[in-house]
C-alpha cells in the first residue's frame, strides 16, 4: 500500500493531491487459491486540487481496481456507488449518479471532475462530472459504452461536518438521485 495526502483539508480542499495505490495477492494456502494460482487485486486514486482563485477550486481525479484471475470470491468483486471510497464494502469505488451499491465488472477505471464554489465563508456548490469503462477482461474495457455520472449539490460547512444535499444522475441508473448528508462520514 502507499498513501500520499497533502490536501490541506478533509472537506472541501482547495490545494494539494491525494494519492492512493494499493496490490494484493490472495490465497488459502499461502501458494495457491483452490487448487490453483491466487488472484490479484490492483486499485489506485489520484486527486489533485486546482485553485483558479480564492473561491472557486477544480479538482479532477482518475481511480479504478482491477481484479486478475480466477474464482474471485463475491466479497472482493468491484462494487460502485455512493459518494465515498470503502464506505458500505472494502473495495467500493464512488460513482456520482449511483446512489446504491452495485456490482460491476472486474476492470473499473473512472475520471471525475469536480468544481466547488464557495459562496460567504461556509457555503458551497459543488458540481461532479463523471465517466467510467469497465469490462470483463483488460483488454475488453472499452467494449462498453462510457458510464457517465453527474451531480449538482449545496453544502454549509459546519464543526459537526458538511450539511446539505445532492441531486444525482447517472446511465448506468438511469433514474435521478436525491442524497441528503448531516455531517461527517462514519
Known sequence: KLHYDSENTGIFPTRGAKFNAEYAYFTDNFTQYKNHLGFSELSAMWRISFALNS?????PMAYGRL??????????????????????FE?????????????TDPHF???????????GTNNYILFHIAAAQHGDKLRNIL???PMLGYQLGYYYKTMLG??????EYSNKTDCI???INLGFEF
Open 177 to 179: 438521485h436525491f442524497y
Open 91 to 103: 473495495q467500493q469505488l464512488p460513482f456520482v449518479g449511483v446512489g446504491n451499491v452495485e456490482l
Open 143 to 145: 467494449d462498453k459504452g
Open 67 to 88: 481484479l486478475f484471475g480466477s474464482d474471485i470470491p463475491y466479497i472482493r468483486q468491484n462494487v460502485i456507488g455512493g459518494q465515498w471510497f470503502g464506505h458500505y
Open 162 to 167: 458538511p450539511l446539505g444535499a445532492n441531486l
Open 109 to 119: 477505471i473512472a475520471m471525475q471532475l469536480k468544481a466547488q464554489q464557495r459562496l
Open 55 to 59: 473561491r472557486f477550486t477544480l479538482q
